[in-house]
């Protein structure tokens, strides 16, 4: 797998190196050409020195040179020997260059470095006008140094510019970023593009395209399931009269009774398809949030349900009580209350209790919801949050839908879903944290 890396900081990075390679080539420039300016002017003097020498009636001159001394531009070293005296090319540096025919530069290499020697030919004697090479290249080398100082003293504030520069031209990418974090994930609306730079156009273009297809998927899925789930409905309810009649002639039938268990079920099933398509419709929805008192919505869903507790003789009963406003959508938090109650009811056995609480803690409004069924293993309440997702040691069977609907209904209302062992009733307890209306 490879590793992510951030654009920005190997664009830092990559300027940072082109900086100092930069650096380097300015540098090298520098030299090249403080070198040729400092030759051509060195070479000027030592001609214009040898033909003032060769004016003024010379005499044979031999230089004294230190080698363990180091000289400077203005040291030029001038020696004059007389063709009829060949003893005089004796030179302990060996420095002197025979007699040449031409006037002009030489070059030459000796023990203790390389020579740059302009030679003045004469009738009778040989100007010979010599420096060290080194001495040019050591002066080129300090001038462009002297130039590279500058440079290197800015370059890490250039640097810190060039990066500050660099984030500043990235925010919007992070803004795009953060834009895209900070969606819902049934938030499927287009990418406002006015405040992002053409570059990411092609990409925001793409992704409001996505989003389009996306919506359109999901809005032909509810369509279907809320079709499918309408069009069942009615000849399960046929069914189920058809049923009825038969049970009546037949009460001690089996295979009828298994039969009515079967299409119970599956009518349970479809309601809750219905439901489902109902609160897709309004999470997909931009309907406002309203106040709603907490006690007096959960007291009227209760009355709704309470037959179904009644026909397993189960307590149900709400032992804690307060007023509290909270902002939510009718649909959505009857959705929650409703599917609540019915999954207590279906899984507390025959003669078992439920209890509900309505209570206020640390800036939530909480509904508690507890039963004395068998529970859930811990390790199970994050899936029975998805859809279609059943306990199968659990006798009861449902449809898998109940728990996911709250979940979504609560996310849609800005809460909180939790799930714990009950400690009063030893069955699942589940807490639901709206937050409070402000007033």
Same mark, same amino acid.
């Given at each position: 797998?490879?590793?992510?890396?951030?654009?920005?900081?190997? +664009?830092?990075?990559?300027?940072?190196?082109?900086?100092?390679?930069?650096?380097?080539?300015?540098?090298?420039?520098? @030299?090249?050409?403080?070198? %040729?300016?400092?030759? $051509?002017?060195?070479?000027?003097?030592?001609?214009?020195?040898?033909?003032?020498?060769?004016?003024?009636? *010379?005499?044979?001159?031999?230089?004294?040179? !230190?080698?363990?001394?180091?000289?400077?531009? %203005?040291?030029?070293?001038?020696?004059?020997?007389?063709?009829? !005296?060949?003893?005089?090319?004796?030179? *302990?540096?060996?420095?002197?260059?025979?007699?040449?025919?031409?006037?002009?530069? @030489?070059?030459?290499?000796? %023990?203790?470095?390389?020579?740059?020697?302009?030679?003045?030919?004469?009738?009778?004697?040989?100007?010979? /006008?010599?420096?060290?090479?080194?001495?040019?290249?050591?002066?080129?080398? =300090?001038?462009?140094?002297?130039?590279?100082?500058? @440079?290197?003293?800015?370059?890490?504030?250039?640097?810190?510019?060039?990066?500050?520069?660099?984030?500043?031209?990235?925010?919007?990418?992070?803004?795009?970023?953060?834009?895209?974090?900070?969606?819902? &994930?049934?938030?499927?609306? *287009?990418?406002?593009?006015?405040?992002?730079?053409?570059?990411?156009?092609?990409?925001?273009?793409?992704?409001?395209?996505?989003?389009?297809?996306?919506?359109?998927?999901?809005?032909?899925?509810?369509?279907?399931?809320?079709?499918?789930?309408? $069009?069942?409905?009615?000849?399960?309810?046929? +069914?189920?009269?058809?049923?009825?009649?038969?049970?009546?002639?037949? *009460?001690?039938?089996? &295979?009828?009774?298994?039969?009515?268990?079967?299409?119970?079920?599956?009518?349970?099933?479809?309601?809750?398809?219905?439901?489902?398509?109902?609160?897709?419709?309004?999470?997909?929805?931009? =309907?406002?949030?309203?106040?709603?008192?907490?006690?007096?919505?959960?007291?009227?869903?209760? $009355?709704?349900?309470?037959?179904?507790?009644?026909?397993?003789?189960?307590?149900?009963?709400?032992?804690?009580?307060?007023?509290?406003?909270?902002?939510?959508?009718?649909?959505?938090?009857?959705?929650?209350?409703?599917?609540?109650?019915?999954?207590? #009811?279906?899984?507390?056995?025959?003669?078992?209790?439920?209890?509900?609480?309505?209570?206020?803690?640390?800036?939530?409004? /909480?509904?508690?919801? %507890?039963?004395?069924?068998?529970?859930?293993?811990?390790?199970?309440?994050?899936?029975?949050?998805?859809?279609?997702?059943? #306990?199968?040691?659990?006798? =009861?069977?449902?449809?898998?839908?109940?728990?996911?609907?709250?979940?979504? &209904?609560?996310?849609?209302?800005?809460?909180?879903?939790?799930?714990?062992?009950?400690?009063?009733?030893?069955?699942?307890?589940?807490?639901?944290?709206?937050?409070?209306?402000?007033?």
């Amino acid at each position: 797998m490879q590793a992510s890396y951030s654009l920005q900081k190997r +664009l830092i990075l990559y300027v940072s190196v082109f900086s100092v390679i930069l650096g380097c080539v300015l540098i090298f420039a520098a @030299y090249r050409i403080a070198l %040729e300016e400092i030759n $051509e002017i060195l070479d000027a003097q030592m001609q214009s020195l040898a033909e003032r020498i060769a004016k003024n009636h *010379p005499r044979p001159v031999q230089s004294q040179i !230190d080698v363990n001394q180091r000289y400077s531009e %203005e040291d030029l070293f001038v020696d004059i020997w007389s063709y009829a !005296d060949a003893n005089q090319l004796a030179h *302990p540096q060996g420095l002197l260059v025979k007699a040449v025919q031409k006037a002009g530069f @030489y070059t030459q290499q000796t %023990e203790h470095g390389i020579w740059d020697t302009y030679i003045l030919p004469q009738q009778n004697f040989q100007i010979q /006008i010599s420096q060290q090479k080194s001495v040019r290249q050591y002066l080129a080398l =300090e001038l462009a140094a002297n130039m590279f100082i500058p @440079y290197l003293l800015f370059l890490p504030f250039a640097l810190l510019a060039l990066s500050w520069l660099i984030r500043q031209n990235f925010r919007p990418l992070n803004n795009f970023r953060k834009e895209l974090a900070s969606r819902k &994930a049934q938030e499927l609306s *287009p990418i406002q593009s006015k405040n992002y730079p053409v570059e990411l156009m092609p990409t925001i273009q793409e992704m409001n395209q996505l989003f389009s297809r996306i919506s359109l998927a999901q809005q032909e899925q509810r369509q279907f399931v809320a079709d499918s789930a309408h $069009e069942l409905r009615t000849p399960l309810t046929a +069914l189920n009269l058809q049923l009825q009649i038969l049970l009546e002639q037949f *009460p001690h039938n089996n &295979a009828l009774k298994n039969l009515s268990q079967g299409l119970l079920r599956m009518q349970h099933l479809v309601n809750q398809l219905l439901s489902l398509a109902k609160q897709d419709a309004v999470l997909s929805s931009t =309907e406002q949030l309203q106040i709603l008192y907490l006690n007096h919505f959960t007291i009227q869903c209760i $009355e709704q349900i309470i037959q179904l507790a009644i026909q397993k003789d189960i307590d149900l009963g709400v032992i804690q009580q307060e007023d509290m406003l909270i902002q939510g959508q009718e649909a959505a938090l009857h959705s929650i209350i409703y599917n609540l109650m019915d999954n207590a #009811i279906k899984y507390t056995p025959s003669k078992g209790i439920i209890n509900v609480s309505i209570f206020k803690k640390q800036g939530w409004a /909480i509904l508690q919801v %507890e039963d004395s069924g068998s529970g859930i293993d811990p390790a199970q309440f994050n899936q029975i949050r998805k859809r279609f997702y059943r #306990i199968h040691n659990h006798a =009861e069977i449902g449809s898998g839908l109940g728990l996911s609907i709250v979940d979504k &209904a609560v996310e849609r209302l800005g809460g909180q879903l939790e799930f714990s062992r009950s400690a009063s009733l030893g069955g699942l307890s589940v807490q639901v944290k709206f937050p409070l209306a402000a007033i």
